[in-house]
T-cell receptor, first 113, second 116 residues
Framework: KQEVTQIPAALSVPEGENLVLNCSFT??????LQWFRQDPGKGLTSLLL?????REQTSGRLNASLDKSSGRSTLYIAASQPGDSATYLC????????????FGTGTRLLVSP | GAGVSQSPSNKVTEKGKDVELRCDPI?????LYWYRQRLGQGLEFLIYFQGNSAPDKSGLPSDRFSAERTGESVSTLTIQRTQQEDSAVYLC??????????????FGEGSWLTVV
């Protein structure tokens, strides 16, 4: 059974800092990994999708890496801003059977001005 | 529509009543998912629909929960005889399905259910 863990559970940084969020998963048989952000009282917004054959994806100040063999992904946020404050979730999609996403419990990020 | 649409956005119901939650996926998306998120907790998979295939119901927590989908369009999640532990936000998501599972999943804003 796939299990996804995110560390740290919460993170507080001053504006402008670069930061790294971590995601680990127990079963490396995945199709892809997706990073989301969730704002309080809102649904999830997709940030980046990394296919199992890829090593990283970039979008603006965000860079996500994937090391499938070691079961790890990182989300790098450059020059953080208060608007980045949210909960960040990673989710993996298995490559066998039905393709449900298995989510981590998230990292709650607070960027202070 | 432009995004995944869910209704109602908020629902307060009395314990023991039945509730029905609706999801309109993005047009053309054949895959549809329901997840539940209790306050302060992660997302729990409930059910997955893909085209006309039999759905993956492995996440439904009890037989009080059921879901239907009409073709590749609207889905309804029904909770019978609601209990207080059913209080959560119920999130629907959809995606294209190409057979390679490489597609981004898009979520709705959720239906916030409170059982009193």
């Amino acid at each position: 059974k796939q299990e996804v863990t995110q560390i740290p559970a919460a993170l507080s940084v001053p504006e402008g800092e670069n930061l790294v969020l971590n995601c680990s998963f127990t079963d490396s048989a995945i199709y892809n990994l997706q990073w989301f952000r969730q704002d309080p009282g809102k649904g999830l917004t997709s940030l980046l999708l990394i296919q199992s054959s890829q090593r990283e994806q970039t979008s603006g100040r965000l860079n996500a890496s994937l090391d499938k063999s070691s079961g790890r992904s990182t989300l790098y946020i450059a020059a953080s801003q208060p608007g980045d404050s949210a909960t960040y979730l990673c989710a993996v999609r298995g490559n066998t059977g039905f393709q449900k996403l298995v989510f981590g419990t998230g990292t709650r990020l607070l960027v202070s001005p | 529509g432009a995004g995944v649409s869910q209704s109602p956005s908020n629902k307060v119901t009395e314990k023991g009543k039945d509730v029905e939650l609706r999801c309109d996926p993005i047009s053309g998306h054949t895959a549809l998912y329901w997840y539940r998120q209790r306050l302060g907790q992660g997302l729990e998979f409930l059910i997955y629909f893909q085209g006309n295939s039999a759905p993956d119901k492995s996440g439904l927590p009890s037989d009080r929960f059921s879901a239907e989908r009409t073709g590749e369009s609207v889905s309804t999640l029904t909770i019978q005889r609601t209990q207080q532990e059913d209080s959560a936000v119920y999130l629907c998501a959809s995606s294209f399905y190409s057979g390679t599972a490489g597609n981004t999943i898009y979520f709705g804003e959720g239906s916030w259910l409170t059982v009193v």
